[in-house]
């Protein structure tokens, strides 16, 4: 009887727990399909275009031809360089946004409604097939799903189905759904799909998957340590294409599962947008348009636009508070609300890349070495001239639009700030990606200033220099030494090629005007000024400088179909220096100041701001009076005087900088581009004697010098700087 009391009350408690287990599953489920279905209101909202183009509309009707294709289309031809199928599913998703948004004119049309159904069973019908995988599983699969988004409760049933398979090649088992930009760009399309379908369980694990994309994939592809991004093995910059791509893609779901039982971890949102704040937007000339250093194949795309929209920052906006004030500072220098006001030297140490900007200009230096090859291969024919555009490229950038869709024109062995063999033929296109063939590569800084050494090896002639860069408030300075070739051709270092904007003008002895158009060789060269940039030289030089009209076709550069054919004329100027054929150990000096005038030029020859301590293939070195900065490139153990009679060295090849205030030495920047050292240790006549995380300074009254052993980073941040203040 107590048995089956005691019976009787655990079963009364097991019906209770379980009551209580289905209505707690069927409330979350509720709440659940109630997320769902927010999420998807949310997601097709942003699939309807932000204006209405009525008269592209009309004209996609009038042109639709009997057969349910658009003229000018070739349907046959799926190369990787055509595939022009991908106007005819452009056309669709134009009149699905056109039926589906209440402010179109064809609001509901059943014309409109008629054709897409038309156009779209020819689409399922012929299954088109392109030999580029990336239509295959993102191209079609993205506009098909965006269709069925809009209007997929309102077309045929048979046609749905069949479009089902064709969207389904937006897998997480596709073979381009390999960890980085395109793996969360596939999910994405996936994730649409079941929101299309309804499939709330697989819709969960799908945003699981988009959710754990966001991570450091350092030495694989994704994001690396320092916020650059790979999308290969090849470990290329793909900061701003793939990985802007990337990053877009984790953002706008992050925005649309907000408040939601799907919205992402805090900690996932916060490294996107350091990763968005202190990788892509620093790759951006003033957080707002690309670097043309950071640009691969894509230089020989043509654009509309160099700026870069908003979308991004609104939808991390949406996601997250955090670094709000940051990310709301480069939307209004995007809309043109504020001027930049940001000034930062940064070292992708992953990427050997290094970018430095102040609120009135920003530049960089693209190199390889041994750990990254020099460019991303001409996949697909584009970028068919990219050969050099690794080899220590130094784009200027005072407006950021001084090099926009300048490619068509652009002389390939004329990069700016690349030491370049003046053969008569670029080597063939299937030439132009090769792996790094030194070591020493790097850059020191301490987060405002900062020095960049090259140890530069051409992977395509038999050329060598030691190239140096040194970075200021108003300036900076560019030094090579040790160039060297084993080949009867010229060499040439090239200051500038960009844009002409009015006439430059050229101080040489007792001469200052402007230069005529044309090419011209320019002797005993003091300064010259192009469109408020000035380029000083310490001792005068002999420049060649052109100011003409320059001709090409994109046509040439990239072999794509719809790629333009017509000729393209642009002024174009360009400055370079001359070394002579295989020249031995030859040098190079100048002084780069940008967002300048000719009598701030004039003065600044005057004022003896810089002094080149050092430009030799041993021991590069330059001092900023002053700022009170000295900045050096030991290509090999050594020491240098850095002020009244003050030496510092260091025991082996390395970068430093040092600061000085008066006659003391506050702070200390050294770094291995080499990565090989775990321990720097340097030597200085000052007299210092401090101790602190991963250093120590002592004092030898022997030897009459002080001891400074430094611990230097290793693993994934082996190439960062270490800054040490006294």
């Known amino acids: 009887m107590i048995t089956l009391t005691g019976h009787r009350v655990v079963n009364r408690s097991l019906m209770t727990a379980i009551l209580a287990l289905l209505t707690l599953g069927v409330s979350t489920t509720l709440a659940n399909r109630d997320d769902f279905e927010r999420i998807k209101e949310r997601v097709v909202a942003e699939l309807m275009p932000h204006a209405v183009h009525d008269e592209q509309v009309q004209d996609l009707l009038d042109t639709f031809r009997p057969d349910s294709t658009w003229p000018g289309i070739d349907y046959k031809d799926v190369s990787r360089e055509a595939f022009e199928h991908r106007f005819h599913s452009n056309n669709m998703v134009t009149l699905a946004q056109a039926y589906r948004n209440p402010d179109s004119g064809y609001h509901k049309n059943k014309q409109v409604k008629d054709i897409l159904v038309r156009a779209l069973a020819y689409w399922v019908q012929n299954d088109f097939f392109c030999e580029n995988w990336w239509h295959n599983q993102i191209g079609t699969p993205r506009n098909l799903v965006t269709i069925m988004l809009l209007v997929g409760d309102e077309l045929p049933r048979e046609i749905v189905d069949k479009a089902q398979p064709i969207i389904g090649r937006a897998h997480l088992d596709a073979s381009g759904a390999r960890p980085s930009g395109d793996r969360i760009k596939i999910a994405a399309i996936l994730a649409k799909n079941l929101l299309f379908t309804g499939d709330q369980e697989q819709f969960a694990r799908v945003m699981k998957v988009i959710e754990g994309e966001i991570k450091f994939s350092t030495g694989h592809r994704g994001m690396q ?105 480069i939307m209004a220098i995007r809309k043109g609300q504020i001027s930049p006001s940001m000034s930062f030297a940064k070292f992708f140490w992953q990427t050997e890349y290094y970018v430095h900007q102040r609120p009135d200009w920003f530049t960089s230096v693209r190199m390889h070495s041994v750990r990254n090859h020099n460019m991303e291969q001409p996949y697909n024919s584009e970028g068919l001239k990219n050969h050099h555009r690794g080899d220590g490229t130094n784009y200027l950038s005072v407006t950021g639009d001084e090099y926009f869709n300048i490619a068509p024109v652009y002389d390939w062995k004329k990069i700016p700030g690349a030491t370049i063999m003046q053969r008569p033929d670029m080597p063939p296109p299937s030439e132009i990606q090769k792996e790094g063939l030194t070591e020493f590569v790097g850059a020191v800084t301490d987060g405002l200033y900062g020095a960049v050494a090259y140890d530069f090896a051409s992977p395509h002639d038999p050329l060598k220099a030691k190239k140096a860069w040194f970075f200021f408030d108003h300036e900076y300075v560019c030094l090579g030494a040790g160039i060297d070739a084993r080949a009867n051709m010229p060499v040439a270092t090239t200051l500038n090629q960009c844009y002409l904007d009015g006439r430059p003008i050229v101080k040489s002895g007792k001469f200052k005007g402007e230069i005529p158009s044309g090419e011209h060789v320019l002797g005993n060269v003091e300064w010259v000024l192009h469109d408020r940039v000035g380029y000083l030289f310490p001792e005068p030089t002999r420049v060649h400088l052109t100011n003409d009209r320059a001709t090409g076709t994109w046509f040439e550069i990239n072999r794509q179909t719809d790629s333009p054919r017509d000729t393209v004329r642009h002024r174009v100027f360009k400055l370079w220096l001359e070394h002579g054929k295989r020249p031995q150990r030859a040098v190079y000096q100048y002084i780069v100041v940008p967002a300048t005038t000719e009598s701030a030029l004039e003065f600044a020859s005057q004022k003896q701001d810089i002094d080149i301590l050092s430009n030799t293939a041993e021991l590069q070195a330059v001092r900023h009076n002053a700022l009170g900065i000295c900045q050096v490139v030991f290509h090999t153990f050594g020491e240098v005087e850095f002020a009244g009679g003050d030496r510092i060295g260091m025991d082996h090849p390395g970068l430093m900088m040092l600061e000085l205030e008066g006659n003391e030495m506050i702070k200390l920047s050294v770094a291995d581009p080499s990565r090989k050292l775990g321990k720097v240790h340097i030597w200085t006549s000052k007299k210092i004697e401090s101790r602190g995380e991963g250093y120590k300074a002592a004092w030898d009254e022997a030897s009459g010098q002080s001891e400074i052993s430094v611990q230097l980073p290793h693993g994934v941040y082996a190439g960062q700087s270490v800054t040490i203040e006294f």
């Open 225 to 329: 340590h320092d916020y650059s991004f790979h999308h290969r093995l090849d470990r290329v910059n793909n900061t701003l294409s793939y990985g802007l791509g990337y990053a877009h893609a984790f953002a706008e779901w992050a925005a649309w599962v907000q408040g939601t039982d799907y919205a992402f971890s805090d900690a996932k949102i916060t490294q996107l947008i350091d990763y968005y704040l202190d990788g892509i937007c620093k790759q951006m000339v003033y957080g707002r348009s690309s670097d043309p250093a950071t640009k691969n194949r894509d230089i020989s795309r043509e654009r509309s636009s160099n700026l870069h929209g908003i979308e991004i920052i609104e939808q991390l906006l949406m996601a997250s508070d955090y670094r709000k004030e940051e990310l709301k500072e």
